[in-house]
């Protein structure tokens, strides 16, 4: 066979000798299928992703308009229509408020992983607080407590940063329980940034820790709190596309804590 156009890998490991003299195994295969897979895995993905940013962006033209003249019906008829009416209308611009909501979550789904890595690092911490501010109402209006300890810098796009630590904050605002407690934390040990956000509502089941990021997944414990199923997926996408992982661990006392962790990034 011939070995024009193809590509393989070389792999050298050291090989003990009885003898003391140094000696080394080394390991020629070929990777051209692998890659072409790998090659054809990523342009698959980049179509797909094209493809859930269009379609998001073509149906959300036509809610806006749908929940603007339920409004409008609302407040021009509130006399004239009854009981039935009313609630009927209510229900189509909520119904319509949530298809909106969850285009806008697959529309930024679909852009994670265009923008490339900043230059210089960016302060986790810096970015939490930024969001906690962002989402003061909602603390407020769920009685939460959000703590920010020290935090790592990391060397990820800010917006999508941003993004991260939104969903994560949101979810824990959804599912932590009354009065939820939030904590946010990180360590630098090792080369290795490891940023926790933990709450002490009703946990995760070990059995659901994985299937809890899965697009439109969500879990057990969701009880009647809304959400579309697309923030713990956003948040999976954007920490392994920077070569990070995330995990859910249990929090001491009860709670769900989550664990990001990125390797020698910087």
């Known amino acids: 066979m011939g070995t024009e156009g ?24 070929d990777i051209t299928e692998r890659l072409e897979s790998e090659e054809r895995l990523r342009q698959a993905n980049s179509e797909l992703d094209s493809f859930v940013s269009m379609v998001s962006h073509d149906l959300r033209s036509p809610l806006t308009p749908l929940i603007g003249f339920s409004e409008f019906l609302q407040e021009r008829y509130a006399d004239s229509l009854d009981e039935t009416g009313m609630e009927c209308l209510e229900e189509i611009e909520k119904a319509s408020r949530k298809m909106l909501d969850l285009l806008e979550d697959l529309l930024a789904l679909a852009k994670v992983g265009q923008l490339e890595r900043p230059e210089t690092p960016i302060s986790a911490e810096r970015i939490v607080r930024e969001v906690v501010y962002e989402l003061s109402e909602e603390i407020r209006k769920s009685d939460a407590t959000v703590t920010i300890g020290s935090l790592p810098v990391v060397h990820l796009p800010d917006t999508l940063l941003m993004d991260l630590f939104r969903n994560l904050i949101n979810n824990a605002l959804r599912y932590a329980g009354e009065k939820p407690r939030i904590e946010i934390e990180g360590t630098l040990l090792d080369g290795c940034r490891r940023i926790l956000i933990r709450d ?67």
């Open 6 to 29: 193809r590509t393989y890998e070389i792999i050298h490991s050291a090989l003990p000798q009885r003898d003391g003299l140094p000696r080394k195994l080394e390991v020629c295969r």
């Open 200 to 266: 002490h509502g009703p946990g995760i089941p070990s059995d659901e820790h994985e299937l809890v990021f899965q697009p439109f997944k969500r879990g057990s414990a969701r009880g009647k709190s809304s959400g579309t199923g697309i923030g713990l997926a956003t948040v999976q996408k954007i920490v392994s596309l920077y070569d990070g992982r995330i995990s859910i661990e249990e929090t001491p006392g009860g709670g769900a804590t989550f664990v990001i962790e990125f390797v020698d990034l910087i």
